[in-house]
């Protein structure tokens, strides 16, 4: 279709649209947004892959979705991407599902064949040669023609994504924002008028990453504003650790809160996720990420690919490896209860209930959460030591997150108080960077403080271990002594 046909199109489609939202009930905009991206599903149902749900039933992902209260799916657009996965009519016929399905649709725009990211953020291959100006028609046209393939098949996406985390601009070298911050502004315009000609309702998202580093947002969208670029949203992506969340988390609700009252814009959370296999700080972390974002004014949280297993090495997902969502997910559900205060405690070394190592504290091995971790002397007895309040004597599950780049087992004696309970195996794990997680132990504490430690039964030392995790109602990390 040439443009001006399409704009043509465009217009009466956009007129038609704004006649009927004038008669259909508006209250999606009012509501908070809690959906995923999930641009990988029809590859994955190409390659046959299928979703269950709690109950081991087979059904639509995007039902899973529902019945864990989502209400919005984003997809993503590539350009020209090789095998077709994530170009237009893949992105159209998802787009299509999730309207039928009654999901609100965020597009997401990367201006790429492939990932745009804050590490590469690379011109489609067709565009390479072109000069900045061209880029800018590039850019439009392309957003154009998404907006206007959608709009004639009825879709009026709520929200577009011009760029994907571009922290340092986008179409680099040409969009890259250290070396030319008006240039990324232009683009940006270009995206956003394309969008505005298609479907003047529609929300520009601007999307960087690492939703704590206020003063990246800063940088960024003050080098926007001062360029003349045109937003509606700020978008964030956040992707703590299990044991970093809160830090991260509380640091994120300042910088909404900045972003906010700096540049009046809505602020959402656009992509978020944390290892499957640590459902437990998973729904921990987004329970707390809804409630306090929202309360804090965002318009939304979306979940990033939650619906990958087994895939394509990426650990993120919020599903188990036996086709079922893990309880992370249940963290959407409206008034999912909160997880009981207290009731995970993830001791980082050089943390409040962290009391020590007869070693170092250690962070030359890549791979751990936190500040580091703890190197034990390579002798027997040598150990590491927590201290944990219970508000009642109870039994609590503890776990450890270890790296063993020995060929042998470097277990520790679990001593609770005092009192040796079980040996830990803490077996090779093939690399000093590669961290896994021990079996769990189920141990007695008692009410009040408890100190718990694990000391090597060899000469060998123990695994350098990252964290521990005690599982249960009512506990916390406490000061040592
Ligand atoms: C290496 C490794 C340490 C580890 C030690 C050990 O020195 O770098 O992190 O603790 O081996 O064998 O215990
Ligand atoms: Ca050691
Ligand atoms: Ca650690």
Same mark, same amino acid.
């Given at each position: 279709?040439?443009?001006?046909t399409?704009?043509?199109?465009?217009?009466?489609?956009?007129?038609?649209?704004?006649?009927?939202?004038?008669?259909?009930?508006?209250?999606?905009?009012?509501?908070?947004?809690?959906?995923?991206?999930?641009?990988?599903?029809?590859?994955?149902?190409?390659?046959?892959?299928?979703?269950?749900?709690?109950?081991?039933?087979?059904?639509?992902?995007?039902? *899973?979705?529902?019945?864990?209260?989502?209400?919005?799916?984003?997809?993503?657009?590539?350009?020209?991407?090789?095998?077709?996965?994530?170009?237009?009519?893949?992105?159209?016929?998802?787009?299509?599902?999730?309207?039928?399905?009654?999901?609100?649709?965020?597009?997401?725009?990367?201006?790429?064949d492939?990932?745009?990211?804050?590490?590469?953020?690379?011109?489609? =291959?067709?565009?390479?040669?072109?000069?900045?100006?061209?880029?800018?028609?590039?850019?439009?046209?392309?957003?154009?023609?998404?907006?206007?393939?959608?709009?004639?098949?009825?879709?009026?996406?709520?929200?577009?994504?011009?760029?994907?985390?571009?922290?340092?601009?986008?179409?680099?070298?040409?969009?890259?924002?250290? %070396?030319?911050?008006?240039?990324?502004?232009?683009? %940006?315009?270009?995206?956003?008028?394309? %969008?505005?000609?298609?479907?003047?309702?529609?929300?520009?998202?601007?999307?960087?990453?690492? $939703?704590?580093?206020? $003063?990246?947002?800063r940088?960024?969208?003050?080098?926007?504003?001062?360029?003349?670029?045109?937003?509606d949203?700020?978008?964030?992506?956040?992707?703590?650790?299990?044991?970093?969340?809160?830090?991260?988390?509380?640091?994120?609700?300042?910088?909404?809160?900045?972003?906010?009252?700096?540049?009046?814009?809505?602020?959402?959370?656009?992509?978020t996720?944390?290892?499957?296999?640590?459902?437990?700080?998973?729904?921990?972390?987004?329970?707390?990420?809804?409630?306090?974002?929202?309360?804090?004014?965002?318009?939304?949280?979306?979940?990033?690919?939650?619906?990958?297993?087994?895939?394509?090495?990426?650990?993120?997902?919020?599903?188990?490896?036996n086709?079922?969502?893990?309880?992370a997910?249940?963290?959407?559900?409206?008034?999912?209860?909160?997880?009981?205060?207290?009731?995970?405690? *993830?001791?980082?070394?050089?943390?409040?209930?962290?009391?020590? +190592?007869?070693?170092?504290?250690?962070?030359?091995?890549?791979?751990y959460?936190?500040?580091?971790?703890?190197?034990?002397?390579n =002798?027997?007895?040598?150990?590491?030591?927590?201290r944990?309040?219970?508000?009642?004597?109870?039994?609590?599950?503890?776990?450890?997150?270890?790296?063993?780049?020995?060929?042998?087992?470097?277990?520790?004696?679990?001593?609770?108080?005092?009192?040796?309970?079980?040996? +830990?195996?803490?077996?090779?794990?093939?690399?000093?960077?590669?961290?896994?997680?021990?079996?769990?132990?189920?141990?007695?504490?008692?009410?009040?403080?408890?100190?718990?430690?694990?000391?090597?039964?060899?000469?060998?030392?123990? $695994?350098?271990?990252?964290?521990?995790?005690?599982?249960?109602?009512?506990?916390?990390? *406490?000061?040592?002594?």
């Amino acid at each position: 279709m040439d443009e001006l046909t399409g704009r043509v199109r465009a217009a009466i489609t956009t007129a038609l649209f704004l006649l009927l939202s004038i008669y259909a009930p508006g209250a999606s905009a009012q509501t908070f947004a809690k959906g995923a991206d999930v641009s990988w599903i029809t590859q994955m149902e190409a390659s046959g892959y299928r979703w269950y749900n709690d109950n081991g039933t087979q059904q639509d992902v995007l039902q *899973i979705l529902k019945d864990h209260g989502m209400n919005s799916i984003r997809l993503r657009v590539w350009v020209n991407p090789s095998g077709g996965w994530s170009g237009l009519n893949d992105v159209v016929a998802k787009a299509i599902r999730a309207k039928n399905a009654g999901f609100r649709i965020m597009i997401d725009f990367h201006y790429s064949d492939s990932w745009a990211d804050p590490g590469k953020q690379t011109k489609p =291959a067709a565009w390479r040669t072109h000069t900045f100006e061209q880029l800018m028609a590039d850019v439009y046209q392309h957003t154009f023609n998404t907006m206007n393939t959608l709009a004639s098949n009825g879709i009026f996406p709520e929200w577009v994504q011009v760029g994907n985390e571009t922290n340092n601009g986008m179409l680099w070298e040409d969009g890259r924002a250290s %070396v030319n911050m008006r240039n990324y502004a232009w683009l %940006v315009n270009s995206g956003y008028d394309a %969008v505005k000609a298609v479907s003047p309702n529609s929300k520009v998202i601007v999307h960087v990453s690492n $939703a704590y580093d206020n $003063a990246l947002f800063r940088w960024n969208f003050d080098g926007l504003r001062s360029n003349g670029a045109r937003w509606d949203i700020i978008g964030m992506s956040l992707y703590p650790e299990p044991g970093n969340w809160q830090t991260l988390l509380s640091q994120a609700i300042t910088n909404i809160n900045d972003m906010r009252s700096r540049y009046g814009k809505g602020v959402m959370i656009v992509e978020t996720g944390m290892s499957f296999d640590q459902a437990t700080a998973s729904k921990a972390f987004l329970t707390d990420l809804i409630t306090r974002s929202r309360s804090a004014g965002a318009l939304g949280v979306l979940y990033w690919e939650p619906q990958a297993y087994n895939w394509q090495g990426y650990s993120k997902g919020a599903w188990n490896t036996n086709g079922r969502p893990t309880i992370a997910l249940d963290a959407f559900i409206d008034g999912s209860p909160p997880q009981p205060p207290g009731n995970i405690v *993830i001791l980082q070394e050089n943390l409040t209930g962290f009391c020590g +190592v007869d070693g170092t504290v250690d962070s030359n091995h890549a791979g751990y959460t936190g500040a580091g971790f703890a190197n034990s002397n390579n =002798a027997s007895n040598a150990g590491v030591r927590w201290r944990v309040n219970a508000t009642a004597a109870a039994n609590f599950t503890l776990q450890w997150r270890f790296a063993n780049g020995t060929t042998g087992n470097r277990p520790g004696s679990l001593r609770v108080n005092g009192a040796a309970l079980s040996t +830990v195996t803490l077996p090779a794990t093939g690399a000093w960077t590669t961290w896994t997680n021990s079996g769990s132990v189920t141990a007695a504490l008692r009410a009040g403080a408890n100190d718990i430690a694990l000391a090597a039964t060899t000469s060998g030392g123990l $695994a350098n271990i990252d964290s521990m995790t005690v599982t249960g109602n009512g506990i916390s990390a *406490i000061a040592c002594n």
